[in-house]
């Protein structure tokens, strides 16, 4: 359950997470909405907004309920759809790698 905890803690507390990432997010996800009720203060504080999620996931869905959100509110937002991709370590695996290459520079 950590993808889903991350976008929950990281969203709701963005006065101290600015990067906030999303690794194959579970349903324990609150919807878009409650993740995000103050869309003008995510587009200022929130420096990077970013999900994977293997294409073969049952939990895709989760993600991409929040990416569609974000792209109709005007809020950047990364969504990676690795393809084929179970919700196993090999999808977490990349995530982390390519998400530690942006928080990082």
């Known amino acids: 359950m950590g993808g889903g905890q991350s976008l929950n803690f990281g969203l709701g507390h963005m006065d101290v997470f600015a990067y906030v990432g999303g690794f194959s997010s579970a349903p324990n996800t609150q919807r878009a909405a409650q993740l995000i009720p103050d869309v003008d203060k995510v587009k200022k504080e929130n420096k990077l907004l970013w999900m994977v999620c293997g294409g073969a996931d049952g939990l895709m869905n989760n993600s991409a309920q929040l990416k569609a959100f974000c792209d109709e509110n005007g809020i950047p937002c990364t969504l ?22 942006l928080i990082f520079k």
């Not at 695996?93 to 290459?101: E, H, M, R, V």
């Open 80 to 101: 990676i759809n690795y393809p084929e991709g179970q919700h196993n370590f090999v999808v977490w695996k990349y995530g982390l790698y390519s998400f530690a290459q």
